[in-house]
Each structure stands twice: as structure tokens, then as C-alpha cells.
């Protein structure tokens, strides 16, 4: 099974600031297909999971632009550029290249 | 718009059975594969079970396997999951989830508001 591993589990910023959470996966993600299928998922407490990013870094409709995902192979990154309050929840990365595994989540809370 | 409504979720006795619903509507359900993925309290997502958009294909995880069955009715755009043999680890938050189709067809996009289950004595 892909373990994905996600850094930190706690991140606490102050409202403005930028925000960075990884994800590394422990294998390769890169599909058959050439597609490279990793997710990152918002949850806001009391909500389900919403879909943020799709297949690295492409945002889901109507996330805004100050959320991005990057990275290659095993490692990604999630950004936002300047943090506001309806930020604060849970991440996740997804992986569905092989299967369907998650990260542990990063809690992202304002300082 | 996508909408997602899970229900048939309640507290059952371990070792006894459970049917999960899922209405879909605002898509066409039946081009669409589909997830079950739960959430223990206060836990991390787990990714239960996958059916593909005409049933042709279906994959569960380990911790499921032989207990619980996935299926869908695209005649009634109802996807179900049918749990047997509950343990009281089963206990989460059970949400339906889309298949990203247009992403392709392998990750996920929309999900529903989930159901709980509490399996306890």
C-alpha cells in the first residue's frame, strides 16, 4: 500500500500570512497513464471534506487562487498564500494512483 | 448542482448488519464510478470501497473485505453499501464520494454531508 506521510500535523499562522504543508508519498505517483494523481481536500470543522487541488496543482472550481499545489514524483507541496480565517480545518493529501490512501491531515489554526 | 445525500446510518450492536444509501442527482450518475470513505471521531479519512460507473469493477480495503459490499442502482441513482459483521472499530462517519471523471477517473471530486455509524453494546 502508498503510506502518504504529511508535514507538519500542526500548523499554527497568523491571519495574512502564508502557509505550507507537505506530502510525500512512499512510492512514486506517477499512474500508467502519465497522470499523476494527488489531491489535496480542505475539511472545516463540522464539514465533510471539499477538493481543493487535483492531480498536483490544477484548483477544483471555485477555490481561490491563493491556494497551490506543486511537486513531482513523491513530494508535494500545498500553499496558500495568505491565510484567512475560513482557512482553518484539517488537510489532507490523497493519492489515487494506486488505490485510494490518505495523509494523517495538517490542522491549520490561527495564531 | 452535484448533490450527495448518504442515509441509512445508526447505532447497531456489534456482529449485526447495516445498509448505507446514497442519492445522487444534479450529474448523470450512471457515467459516474463511486466511493464509500469513512471518518472515525475525531480520526483521519479512510478510503472504504470503489464501484465502477456500470459495476463492472469493484475494490474494497483490507479492514472490509468479506464484510461489507458495495453496489449501486442507476435506475434509481442510488449508490449502497451493505455492512455485515460490524465491529465496534466500524464506528465513523460513512461519506459517498464522485469519481473525478474529468480529471481522469481516478480521483475524487464531490462528496456528500456523510452518516454516522455507531456500532456498540
Known amino acids: 500500500d502508498i503510506v502518504m506521510t504529511q508535514t507538519p500535523l500542526s500548523s499554527p499562522v497568523t491571519l495574512g500570512q502564508p502557509a505550507s504543508i507537505s506530502c510525500r508519498s512512499s512510492q512514486s505517483l506517477v499512474h500508467s497513464d502519465g497522470n499523476t494523481y494527488l489531491s489535496w481536500l480542505q475539511q472545516r470543522p463540522g464539514q465533510p471534506p471539499r477538493l481543493l487541488i487535483y492531480?498536483?496543482?490544477n484548483r477544483f472550481s471555485g477555490v481561490p487562487d491563493r491556494f497551490s499545489g506543486s511537486g513531482a514524483g513523491t513530494d508535494f507541496t500545498l500553499k496558500i498564500s495568505r491565510v484567512e480565517a475560513e482557512d482553518v480545518g484539517v488537510y489532507y493529501c490523497m493519492q489515487a494512483t494506486e488505490f485510494w490512501t490518505f495523509g494523517q491531515g495538517t490542522k491549520l489554526e490561527i495564531k | 448542482q452535484v448533490q450527495l445525500v448518504e442515509s441509512g446510518g445508526g447505532v447497531v450492536q456489534p456482529g449485526r448488519s447495516l445498509r448505507l444509501s446514497c442519492a445522487a442527482s444534479g450529474f448523470i450518475f450512471s457515467n459516474y464510478g463511486m466511493h464509500w470513505v469513512r471518518q472515525a471521531p475525531g480520526k483521519g479519512l479512510e478510503w472504504v470501497a470503489v464501484?465502477?460507473?456500470?459495476?463492472?469493477?469493484?475494490y474494497y480495503a483490507d479492514s472490509v473485505k468479506g464484510r461489507f459490499t458495495i453496489s449501486r442502482d442507476n435506475s434509481k441513482n442510488t449508490l449502497y453499501l451493505q455492512m455485515d459483521s460490524l465491529r465496534v472499530e466500524d464506528t465513523a462517519v460513512y461519506y459517498c464520494v464522485r469519481i473525478h471523471v474529468a480529471a481522469g477517473g481516478l480521483g475524487v471530486d464531490y462528496w456528500g454531508q456523510g452518516t454516522l455509524v455507531t456500532v456498540s453494546s
Open positions: 492531480k498536483i496543482s
Open positions: 464501484i465502477w460507473y456500470d459495476a463492472s469493477k469493484k
